[in-house]
Each structure stands twice: as structure tokens, then as C-alpha cells.
């Protein structure tokens, strides 16, 4: 059983910064791929990056140059910095951890908004 904390998530303006943190914690044997999605009011959830236990990534193409992956496998913590951020950005941040099975934050809200 692993239970994931998202943290980080806020009001921001247009061309700002937020940076998420998310947690896993509970009986972990190992996780290998660790992501965020997101999924605004009316659309379905997508994703918007991903990364492997040995540091390999991938984007959306719509976060390209803006957003960075990152993860802290000794603390189990996968962080998200969002730069250049933009009101299309705005919606529901979920983590995501691959155990033995998928594992689901309750997320976070990004706002980007004047």
C-alpha cells in the first residue's frame, strides 16, 4: 500500500512559477515510474511528464522548455517546477507512482490567472 501527498499547488500569474512536491510513503518495495498529470474543468486527464528510477523523462509537447521533471529516489519525492506558466495550465495536478500496481494523489490546484 502507497500513499502519495501532493504539495506545491497555488495562484499564480501569468508567466510565474510553482513548483510541486509529491510524496510517497507506506509498505514501498520499489517504485520505478514516477508522473504528474493534470485534467482541467471538461477535459480529459493528460500527461504531463514522466520519470523512470534511473532519471529518463518525457513531456507533453505543450510543457516543452517550461516544465521539469525531477525525483528524489532516496526520499521517494518527485518534484514538478513550472516556469512560464500560462492560464491553459491551470487545473488539477495528480502524482502518480508505478509500484506493483498504479498508486493516485488526491491532487493539487494550479491557478494561472491576472
Known amino acids: 500500500q502507497v500513499q502519495l501527498v501532493e504539495s506545491g499547488g497555488g495562484l499564480v500569474q501569468p508567466g510565474g512559477s510553482l513548483r510541486l512536491s509529491c510524496a510517497a510513503s507506506g509498505n514501498i518495495f520499489r517504485i520505478y515510474t514516477m508522473g504528474w498529470y493534470r485534467q482541467a474543468p471538461g477535459k480529459q486527464r493528460e500527461l504531463v511528464a514522466v520519470i523512470t528510477r534511473g532519471g529518463s523523462t518525457n513531456y507533453a509537447d505543450s510543457v516543452k522548455g517550461r516544465f521539469t521533471i525531477s525525483r528524489d529516489n532516496a526520499k521517494n519525492t518527485v518534484y514538478l517546477q513550472m516556469n512560464s506558466l500560462k492560464p491553459e495550465d491551470t487545473a488539477v495536478y495528480y502524482c502518480?507512482?508505478?509500484?506493483?500496481?498504479?498508486?493516485w494523489g488526491q491532487g493539487t490546484q494550479v491557478t494561472v490567472s491576472s
Open positions: 502518480n507512482a508505478e509500484e506493483r500496481r498504479d498508486y
